[in-house]
């Protein structure tokens, strides 16, 4: 049993660090339940609103527009806190959402998706700065993995969400979900969250393990330096160019695995509800593997940044296995494949992020990560217009075949360009 201290008659709790991660793994999970729900909703949308490929390609990469203003979202929460922040953001993202329920026509759905995108990018950076600020460095891969394994449940919520949406009412009855989920997260994020120093619940144990656990070249600066000093970091562009490179698969996971599934698998929606979403419980697991391959490899005198290094390699190793996923006949393997994909992805993807919070001080963390998460979704936007420009004419598997070797230039990049810190 676990015994509360008290102070002026306030129970102190003793993991208000795991309770504040668990809260934002909900977030994370209504963020990518909101963005997962067109993808799988595609098929029906498309067919009742007489969208193309292309259109559709251009509705996805609204998204991705709006989303590459991480930056702005980032540098906006180191500047004004995650707790008002991060409550707007989520505020306005559940807002839009609902608004895809009311949609028609493939402007309409364009016009609200690079909206979404501009507030959901928020996530990412919002996730980092929990992480750097409420964690001492020796737990913060872990943390990170937790928080990702938000970003995976959401995709996997979203086929079931989206078939018992149609097959009760419509495809837009899961947006309205979606956003109503979002909405009520709000309250108890108000409720619940304010920064180490000023939690009502922290014990003063809790608090010391934080502030002891910092890196003393992260934590001893005094200012916050210009912008245009952090833009000319060596480190911020190489995780910039690996992220880059890896979030392809994701795109192709989120946006375009359920058409892919529906033309050239022939799925139904009942397969599709079945089996769509077993690619991202896979990345889940991914989420996990990052940081305990991480957390191996230093119990065994291998540095922290090497670590993260060798854990996104093995993730890129095992990505090479999506080269297969169109050659294969048999669409359980097909599935398999899938899975791999997005296991590896997770494991590579959570590493690199999570290296933001070993490279900067907590007051641009939020900010690097923004700076990284857009060239994360330009990599997107550039695939996903390219998929959709050429898919009917080449097919889908040269687009396999692509994502199953960017990730091997990424590694290369991360061993042969980060800097460690001094």
């Not at 999970?29 to 595609?42: F, K, M, P, Q, T």
């Not at 759905?109 to 460095?137: C, D, H, I, N, Y």
């Not at 687009?399 to 590694?411: E, K, R, T």
Request: glycine letters at 10%; one cysteine or more; a positive charge.
């Amino acid at each position: 049993m676990i015994t509360l201290p008290w102070r002026g008659g306030v129970a102190r709790f003793p993991y208000v660090r795991w309770t504040i991660i668990a809260l934002f793994v909900v977030a994370m999970v209504i963020n990518y339940l909101a963005r997962s729900v067109l993808g799988v909703a595609a098929p029906a949308i498309m067919a009742e609103q007489a969208i193309s490929s292309e259109q559709y390609s251009w509705i996805t990469g609204a998204f991705q527009l709006g989303i590459m203003f991480q930056p702005v979202a980032g540098y906006l929460l180191d500047v004004i806190g995650l707790k008002i922040g991060f409550t707007l953001f989520v505020a306005l993202w559940s807002l839009i959402t609902i608004g895809h329920g009311l949609a028609s026509g493939w402007m309409g759905f364009a016009g609200l998706r690079g909206a979404l995108g501009l507030v959901e990018g928020s996530a990412q950076p919002a996730g980092m700065k929990v992480v750097a600020e409420w964690f001492p460095a020796r737990e913060r891969g872990v943390a990170g993995g937790i928080y990702q394994i938000g970003a995976s449940f959401g995709a996997v919520f979203a086929p079931p969400l989206v078939a018992w949406a149609i097959l009760y009412d419509s495809w837009r009855a899961a947006f309205f979900v979606a956003g109503g989920l979002g909405l009520a997260w709000v309250l108890l994020w108000l409720l619940w969250y304010a920064p180490p120093a000023r939690h009502r619940l922290i014990s003063a144990q809790e608090r010391h393990l934080i502030a002891e656990g910092q890196e003393v070249a992260l934590a001893s600066r005094r200012r916050r330096p210009p912008l245009g000093e952090l833009l000319r970091r060596r480190n911020l562009w190489t995780i910039a160019a690996a992220r880059f490179l890896a979030d392809p698969v994701w795109g192709m996971l989120s946006l375009w695995m359920p058409l892919y599934l529906v033309q050239v698998r022939h799925f139904d929606l009942r397969q599709i509800a079945l089996f769509a979403w077993l690619p991202f419980l896979a990345a889940d697991l991914g989420c996990l593997f990052g940081p305990a391959v991480v957390a191996w490899l230093q119990r065994r005198g291998i540095g922290l940044i090497d670590a993260r290094r060798w854990a996104f390699t093995l993730g890129a190793v095992l990505m090479t296995g999506m080269i297969f996923v169109g050659t294969v006949t048999s669409p359980v393997v097909a599935i398999a494949l899938l899975c791999l994909g997005g296991f590896a992805h997770q494991t590579l993807s959570v590493t690199v992020i999570t290296m933001v919070s070993d490279l900067f001080p907590q007051d641009q963390v939020a900010t690097a990560t923004g700076i990284s998460g857009t060239a994360a979704n330009l990599g997107v936007l550039l695939f996903t217009l390219g998929l959709g420009s050429l898919v009917d004419q080449v097919g889908y598997q040269p687009f396999f075949i692509l994502l199953g070797l960017l990730d091997l230039a990424g590694a290369v990049l991360l061993w042969t360009n980060i800097r460690k810190p001094t």
